[in-house]
């Protein structure tokens, strides 16, 4: 099915195939918005449906997933950093393009489509934590 980036079990993009790599890691490079971290699940609260996760070192420890956190300002931040770089309000994705990682016509992309689905996941929440698989 591909990798997938969640938000408490949720569907909220899935990587292009054969075309996207892990991008969540750009997020506050490019935009300057964002924390992101490589981190690992505790598996006694997965058992619970729980998302509890720790950070870790890549460099020293090994991962299981990336994550990116976004407060409600960042992700209205976002919503602008799209348009500078769209020139135009970028179109809602259905969920079925969600799914099947495809961008609208005029949006080409991946990168931008993916911080539009990430802006539409977030309005109206405090803060979101998008969790990458890698």
């Given at each position: 099915?591909?990798?997938?980036?969640?938000?408490?079990?949720?569907?909220?993009?899935?990587?292009?195939?054969?075309?996207?790599?892990?991008?969540?890691?750009?997020?506050?490079?490019?935009?300057?918005?964002?924390?992101?971290?490589?981190?690992?699940?505790?598996?006694?609260?997965?058992?619970?449906?729980?998302?509890?996760?720790?950070?870790?070192?890549?460099e020293d420890e090994e991962f299981e997933a990336?994550?990116?956190?976004?407060?409600?300002?960042?992700?209205?931040?976002?919503?602008?950093?799209?348009n500078e770089h769209t020139h135009v309000e970028?179109?809602?994705?259905?969920?079925?393009?969600?799914?099947?990682?495809?961008?609208?016509?005029?949006?080409?992309?991946?990168?931008?489509?993916?911080?539009?689905?990430?802006?539409?996941?977030?309005?109206?929440?405090?803060?979101?934590e998008l969790i990458g698989e890698l």
């Amino acid at each position: 099915m591909g990798r997938q980036v969640t938000c408490d079990g949720e569907f909220v993009w899935k990587y292009v195939l054969g075309e996207q790599s892990s991008e969540l890691y750009r997020v506050p490079e490019e935009t300057g918005l964002g924390e992101h971290h490589f981190i690992r699940f505790n598996p006694e609260a997965l058992e619970d449906g729980v998302y509890d996760w720790e950070r870790v070192n890549p460099e020293d420890e090994e991962f299981e997933a990336e994550v990116l956190i976004l407060a409600a300002k960042e992700i209205e931040a976002l919503s602008d950093y799209v348009n500078e770089h769209t020139h135009v309000e970028p179109e809602k994705l259905s969920f079925f393009q969600k799914l099947l990682g495809k961008t609208s016509e005029s949006e080409q992309d991946h990168f931008i489509s993916m911080l539009s689905a990430f802006i539409e996941y977030g309005q109206g929440r405090d803060e979101i934590e998008l969790i990458g698989e890698l």
